[in-house]
């Protein structure tokens, strides 16, 4: 197969509600959106880099430039067998997973649209429905907070994950504990602790989260190992796994025993795979994450939570608790068993919207 085109596009889209984490606050998007024409079939992705490198290095503006200037110039009319060689062609580029999941998980979907099957199933999923949580970001009060849960259980979400950071971490999980004590609820830090919080963190061993994400630095695998000697509640990490190689080391050192599964961070749906088969094999159950992601990454999300190791609800929800107007048709929707189903169309299944796509266009390039 042969990729003829790309087209990059970045969309500036607002959140509905502000979206706050312990390393800064989203209000809108600016989403690099990828569509790719192999062999005369279309297929779209998804770049989930932020606007600042907070979450990691990587940018919109360093995956356009990865993109139009490194990664099409090594795939611009290159013959491959198939969608699952990309990444290993794509090897010469170290790291900017992002920008390289963006087109990867493109010519994923437009290879399942040749085919004539759904991604899911061509990935290799074996759920028709998956079990989704919510994700809710540091609020300005508990009262907030109780409220916003209170609406994500009505709405049947199966999990709820907080965002905690010091200051904002004992109290919140208490209070959501005395008035939920059997839901299954899990935190979040995005690196904003250290080894030397050990005693903290330990301190939430008798609230029985399902695990804590994240607690240490975003580069780090072996301060983690200690953390989980020390701790009941299972460890999973999230920014620290950018490679099969990380999740084999992570789990060797028995850094974490839950991997959160992120397409943008490891580069793509192959490697995606590769981390699903190395967790399974070690009995590590994973769950994937999301990046605040529009309709496009949404429905890829989707279809790899179809794998067989993603036995734990993932951060996939909604279309809705996102945008006002998502940028596909149907949009994702949750069952009030707080699951998605998945759908039977080739490829991602869900179509983009065009017209409201190109009215939220800030810059379009096709590379020659
Ligand atoms: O997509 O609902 C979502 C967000 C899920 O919490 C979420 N993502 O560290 O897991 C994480 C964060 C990263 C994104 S923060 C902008
Ligand atoms: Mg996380």
Redesign the pocket.
Known sequence: MRLRSVCLREIHIDLIAPFQTSFGTSHSRRVILVEVDIDGATGWGEVVAGEDPFYSYETVETAWHVLRDHIWPILKGRDFRAAADVFDLLAPIRGHNMAKAGIESAIWDAEAKARGIPLWKFLGGTREEIPCGV?IGIQATIPELLAKVEKELAAGYQRIKIKIKPGWDIEPVRALRERWPRIRLMV?A?SAYRLEDAPLLKSLDPFYLIMI??PLSWDDIYDHAALQKQLDTPICL??SIHSAADARVAIELGACRII?VKMGRVGGQTVVRRIHDICQEKGIPVWC?GMLETGIGRAQNVALSTLPDFVLPG?VSASRRYWIEDIISPEVEVTPQGTIRVLSKPGIGYAPKLERIESLTKRKELPP
């Open positions: 994700s979040d995005n994400e994240q999230d920014e959160n994450g951060d």
